[in-house]
């Protein structure tokens, strides 16, 4: 097999449609994936990103559409796509009476090629567990075993299906770390989430997906981007009302400015050019000796933009 260079696709999804009965769980998803990159699938539930992430896997055969990775198809080259492809078990798929080491030892037999277990261990940060059995180990350990797993065959692709969920902050970025050093050494990561945050640290691109479609697909700096340059300024004025009343009356005459919002102290003010309005601002409120006791901008995130596309509030 050919060594496929950074920047080359790796896998193609082509109009992809499944339903089951009468529900349409997938309608017509296409995309393509690049070597190197982290390609995160984010939806909410019932949107038919498990049931997309199953027909690429091989688990689940399309009612149409096809999907090719690394050139190759399930129905003529199975066998072969299954060395390449690595797939993060779930936790049940784990031997409970075997060591961290037996375990990778089991998995790696599975296989015609192999990492080494040494090797493994460093990259999932395990190498001090090697010798304790999966029963004894915390929730996030099991996770960081379950992807060494998925790494054991030294795949070209590895698919990742939620795996933070229910972990502690600590263990989640525990687990960010790991995707990013397989990013760090050219694997391809498919990535589903229910953490926005996470999706905005590591994915390359991001595609949102809602009711078995994609609404939305590129990297997160241009998603958030697309919905508005707008940025909330929030200031809160140590003289109350009377100051945050004066402030709105000088907001209001900046052309930047798109609306202005005053709650009592409290001032929410939208801009295009928020360090200019905030410039103006502050020259005001210095020249009027107006204390200003709290003073933010609030970016746009990727939340903001499930939110736009999907209609939907987003819950973790």
Sequence with gaps: MTKHEAGETVLTVDDLHKSFGGTVAVDGISFTVKKGEVFTIIGPNGAGKTTTLEMIEGLQEPDRGSVAVLGMNWAANKSQIKMVIGVQPQTSALFDLLTVEENLETFASFYDRRRPTDEILGYINMADHRNKRVKALSGGQKQRLAIGLAMISDPEL???????????????????????????????????????????????????????????????????????????????????????????????????????????????????????????????????????????????????????????????
């Design 158 to 316: 590895i698919f990742l299906d939620e795996p933070t969920t229910g972990l502690d902050p600590q263990a989640r970025r525990n687990i960010w770390d790991i995707v990013l050093k397989l990013k760090a050494i050219g694997k391809t990561t498919i990535l589903t989430t229910h953490y926005m945050e996470e999706a905005d640290k590591l994915s390359d691109r991001v595609c949102i997906v809602d009711q078995g479609r994609i609404v939305a697909l590129d990297t997160p700096k241009a998603l958030i981007g697309r919905l508005t340059k707008e940025r909330e300024i929030h200031l809160t004025f140590t003289g109350g009302d009377e100051h945050a009343s004066l402030a709105e009356h000088i907001a209001l005459n900046n052309a930047a400015v798109t609306r202005v919002k005053r709650s009592g102290d409290h001032l929410v003010v939208w801009s295009l050019q928020p360090e200019e309005t905030l410039y103006q601002l502050f020259g005001f409120t210095s020249q009027q000796s107006i204390g200003v006791e709290q003073v933010s901008i609030r970016e746009m995130s990727l939340e903001d933009v499930f939110i736009a596309f999907t209609g939907k509030e987003w819950r973790d």
